[in-house]
């Protein structure tokens, strides 16, 4: 359906990165929300990739979930979806998801690794990975207030343009440059 609502992950389909609780959470979810969707960009290796694909059969979400493999430009898919939703078990900075700030698209996260830095300002929430039932009911809690929703999206956007244009790193680099002659 053409309101139904719209998850997104843009991720290599690596173990590691955290897919397989994705769907996990996408199954909980099709319980309550059964238009749900699940947008996944990026490709792997064959074995990973056969994998995410056995579960998405073996948990019935099929019909749900899109494998749009690499992609040059995610723009148009950050633009379609609802919300970000990565669930890595360690991320060591996490481009993706500022890429879906600057789209205005509110996070569903791990917590630990880099997302406490990158979500300081607002912009999503962290949960705990390993509780799929619990993240599918932050989800649906976030996808009835649209209004939460919105107001995370900006909150995003405006600490990308604070902290990660490319304005605030030159500035960044300039001041550990200037405190490094300094010494």
């Known amino acids: 359906p053409i309101d139904a609502p719209v998850l997104i992950t843009v991720s290599a389909l690596q173990g590691r990165k955290g897919i397989d609780r994705v769907l996990d959470v996408i199954g909980h979810l099709k319980k309550t929300v059964p238009d749900i969707r699940y947008i996944l960009c990026g490709d792997g290796n064959a074995k990973d990739r056969e994998a995410f694909h056995a579960k998405v059969a073996s948990l019935g979400i099929g019909p749900n979930v899109l494998f749009m493999g690499n992609q040059k430009d995610v723009s148009g898919f950050y633009n379609a979806a609802d919300l970000f939703v990565f669930l890595p078990e360690f991320e060591g900075f996490g481009i993706v998801a500022l890429e879906a700030m600057a789209s205005r698209l509110p996070l569903v996260v791990s917590h630990g690794s880099a997302f406490p830095e990158i979500l300081a300002d607002g912009g999503g929430i962290m949960v705990d990975p390993n509780a799929p039932a619990a993240v599918a009911e932050s989800i649906e ?23 990660y244009s490319w304005d605030a790193v030159a500035l960044q680099l300039a001041a550990i440059f200037e405190n490094q002659i300094r010494k």
């Open 141 to 163: 809690s976030l996808l009835r207030d649209r209004e939460r929703m919105a107001r995370m999206g900006a909150e995003g956007r405006a600490a990308v343009e604070k902290k």
